[in-house]
Every structure is written in C-alpha cells, then in structure tokens.
C-alpha cells in the first residue's frame, strides 16, 4: 500500500465518528477565526504563491468542473436538460446523480441512461478552468490529483500527471470483478446512444457485459457497485505517492480546487496533513461554498470562497499568462 492510499484509508476510518459535521456541510477540524483579507489582497497572495512554490501538487475536484459549466450532477439546471431533458421529463430527475442511482426496471432502460450520462462527460469540451489552471502552472513541476471521474484533466494531461482515485468514465470493469482488467467504454458507449437516438433504452445486445464470464459491466468508477481496486487503481496512488516521495523536501503548494463535503478524506484531509507535516509545504483552497482552513496551518495556507472560475481568471491575469 502506498503512502498516499494509506493517509486516504486513516483520514476516512477517522471520518466515521464525525458524521453528523459533513451531513451537515461542515466539518469536524478546528478551523482558524482569522477574517479574510479582501478579494483583490487573496489573489494577489495566491499568485505569490504560485510563483515562490518549487512545485505545485492540485487537487482538482467536482467543484472545479462546475466552474466550467459541469453543473448537471445535483441540479436541475438548462445544462442538465440540454443533456437529459428526456430522462428528466420522464422520471422527474433533479441532477444527473438521481438517474445514476436510480432503480431501473430493465438493463436496457438503465443503459439508456447511463450511455447518456457517459456520452455527456467524455465529450465535453475542456471547461475555461481547466484551461486557466494550466496556464497558471505553465512554467511549474505539478501533479494532478483528481476525484473526477469525467476526464477533464485526461484531456490535457498526459497519463503520468494525473492520478484519478474514482475511476474514469473511459474504461468499464466486471461487476464480479473476475478479472482485473478494465477495457474502454468508449466506443460501445458511441455504439449505445447511436442506437438509442431519440428513445430511452438500448438494444438488449449493447447491454455492456464483461467479455471473460459474461457478468454484467459497469463504468470504472466508484459508487456503480463493487469498485476494482486492482492493479489501475494500486497505479494511481503509485504516480502521486512517487511524486510526492520526489518532492517532500521542496516548497511544495497543495492547491485544492472544488472540494465537497462526501468525501473530503481523498484530498481536503490528506493536503492538511500533508501541509502541516512537511516542512516547506503552503496550501491553497478556492471554494465556492466554503472557506475551511485549519488553525493548524493558518500560518502557511489560505482558503477563498470565491467562485473558482473567476479565481482562476484573476490570478492568470495576474500572473500575465
């Protein structure tokens, strides 16, 4: 087990008696009391930043895609009825994540679904956020942590820079979980929503399957069922714990965009651990909806409530980028 996977299971062990603070939106850590520093003052801070970090650690969650215009999960919204407009006016769905999870009559009605839910985040465009932050981090050694499932950051990034802890909307895996391998969900997802057209299910012979016993098949991606924790998932704790075990000596910035409050124990938590432990280490969180910065580490971090789009935007700017 590596030492990134190993903080992530001890931080979640440790959320458990702490259940009723995230329900709640809020979270059991003993925040600082400071009062933030004007806007224009937080920018010119996380620019400065930017620019005194040797190298750059980003944990990149659901909010930085909802920046972009990735706002279908929990809303019901003209994104998401561009997207699912029949599903929603069928089922009565809010949110993408209701139709997800919901229980479907017939493989096919389920497929339906998903294939569209699929078909939407593999080809999205690369969201202005995603393209901002790499501007930003042009000319730094970083790495990418993500909880993303929808593959932004695979747009831009090369395998070796991304670490995706959730699975990826590319591949599937047995729900038996018979074999380790994963294989792409691409084209049967293309092959699905062709059949598919205007209607609500797909034809009973694309229900994806696994092609070793014949199981049934769902996305890589954790919360479908029985998530394959094999030799991809052990991969990409592998590629951030490496790059941390790289960098633990240099000035390194933990920057944290979008993360929520289901499961803050895969980046929030660890990146204050982390901070607080490493000797050079400063951290950084942009959140709409929350400013959560540790006493612990008030010293050497900020957090913005901001909307994280217009963050990005501004230090850019700054930046000159």
């Excluded at 009391?33 to 010119?44: F, K, M, R």
């Excluded at 092959?191 to 696994?210: H, I, N, Q, S, Y």
């Excluded at 991809?232 to 929520?260: M, N, P, R, T």
């Excluded at 971090?301 to 217009?310: E, K, L, P, S, V």
Aim: hydrophobic share 40%; charged share 25%; glycine share 8%.
């Amino acid at each position: 087990m590596t030492s990134y996977e190993q903080l992530v299971i001890e931080l979640t062990h440790r959320s458990f008696s702490h259940q009723a603070a995230y329900r709640n939106g809020g979270t059991p850590y003993d925040l600082s009391d400071c009062n933030p520093v004007p806007y224009g003052q937080q920018i010119e801070t996380f620019t400065r930043m930017i620019e005194e970090a040797d190298c750059v650690l980003v944990g990149g969650a659901s909010g930085l895609s909802a920046a972009g215009g990735g706002d279908f999960y929990y809303e019901d919204n003209a994104t998401y009825r561009k997207h699912f407009g029949k599903f929603a006016e069928r089922y009565g769905f809010r949110g993408a994540f209701e139709g997800s999870f919901y229980r479907w009559p017939t493989a096919e009605a389920r497929w339906g679904y998903l294939a569209t839910f699929l078909d939407t985040t593999l080809n999205a465009p690369l969201r202005e956020p995603y393209k901002d932050l790499d501007a930003i981090l042009a000319e730094k050694d970083f790495f990418v942590l993500t909880t993303n499932q929808d593959t932004q950051f695979m747009k831009i990034y090369p395998w070796e820079k991304v670490a995706e802890i959730q699975g990826d909307h590319r591949f599937f895996q047995c729900s038996r979980c018979c074999t380790d391998e994963v294989w792409d969900a691409i084209e049967p997802v293309s092959r699905m929503v062709e059949a598919m057209g205007d209607g609500l299910v797909v034809p009973t012979e694309l229900v994806p399957r696994c092609p070793h016993c014949g199981a049934k098949a769902f996305p890589w991606v954790r919360g479908y069922g029985n998530f394959l924790q094999g030799e991809l998932y052990e991969e990409q704790y592998c590629k951030v714990s490496d790059w941390l075990d790289v960098h633990a000596q240099q000035k390194i910035l933990f920057l944290e965009l979008g993360v929520g409050r289901i499961t803050p124990a895969f980046i929030q938590e660890p990146f204050w651990a982390l901070t607080a432990q490493l000797p050079q280490a400063s951290y950084i969180a942009v959140n709409n909806k929350t400013r959560f910065l540790p006493r612990a580490i008030e010293g050497r971090g900020m957090a913005i409530r901001a909307d994280i789009a217009d963050v990005l935007v501004d230090v850019r700017k700054t930046l000159g980028r």
